[in-house]
């Protein structure tokens, strides 16, 4: 129930693409769903997150889109650029469960060909 | 404004060797903690604060040690290294119970 299911595990797209970047969770106590970015020899870093009560949210050229009944959210990335290339991770919490330590998902690596 | 600072960056240890590895924020965070990440298996969360004197396990807490004396500094020790501890380990801070860490930039460790 603790677990975070992500997919797919790597991902090649053109310059210009959407790629899209799927999780699943089985936790209806969840009440936040992170993206986290990182790129080789970094520590990851906060992209866009989501909470429940809304079905999708914008920042820039990510979008999340969370479907609270199938419990789903995704990752779009419009017009995907090279500089994209890094490995996401979707992450999910919940108040009040081991102070709502973030679950992290097992990662999707993402190439975008120039 | 450093955020959070990871020391070292590479360490090669022998196996039955023990070591610290250091994390510190400046941004006065409350929550910190240590993650591990192994190729293809995500984060797993090894142990975490919610402030100074106060420190509880995570998923993967076997052979490793905390202390948070202070706010700023969240070490983690490693008695008896073994080969299964070879890992990229982060540290990551949070101002709020859930969400927005701030994540080191890691300490690559190699126990042979």
């Known amino acids: 129930q603790q677990q975070v299911k992500q997919s797919p595990q790597s991902l090649i797209v053109q310059k210009g693409g959407i790629p899209i970047i799927n999780c699943a969770y089985e936790?209806?106590?969840?009440?936040?769903f992170p993206w986290y970015q990182q790129f080789p020899g970094k520590g990851p870093a906060l992209l866009i997150a989501?909470?429940?009560?809304?079905s999708e949210k914008k920042e820039g050229r990510f979008t999340i889109s969370f479907n609270k009944s199938a419990k789903q959210f995704s990752l779009h990335i419009m017009d995907s650029q090279p500089g994209d290339s890094a490995t996401y991770f979707c992450?999910?919490?919940?108040?009040?469960?081991?102070?709502?330590?973030?679950?992290f998902g097992k990662g999707t690596k993402l190439s975008v060909k120039p | 404004n450093a955020g959070v600072t990871q020391t070292p960056k590479f360490r090669i240890l022998k196996i039955g060797q023990s070591m610290t590895l250091q994390c510190t924020q400046d941004?006065?965070?409350?929550?910190m903690y240590w993650y591990r990440q192994d190729p293809g298996m995500g984060l797993k969360l090894i142990y975490y604060?919610?402030?100074?004197?106060?420190?509880d396990k995570g998923e993967v807490p076997n052979g490793y040690n905390v202390s948070r004396s202070t706010t700023e500094d969240f070490p983690l020790r490693l008695e008896l290294a073994a080969p299964s501890q070879t890992s990229v380990y982060f540290c990551?801070?949070?101002?709020?119970?859930?969400?927005?860490?701030?994540f080191g930039s890691g300490t690559r460790l190699t126990v042979v």
């Open positions: 990551a801070s949070s101002d709020r119970e859930y969400g927005g860490y701030t």
């Open positions: 936790n209806t106590a969840f009440d936040y």
């Open positions: 989501i909470r429940p009560d809304v």
């Open positions: 992450a999910a919490s919940y108040y009040g469960g081991s102070q709502g330590n973030l679950i």
């Open positions: 941004m006065n965070h409350n929550y």
């Open positions: 604060s919610v402030g100074a004197g106060i420190t």
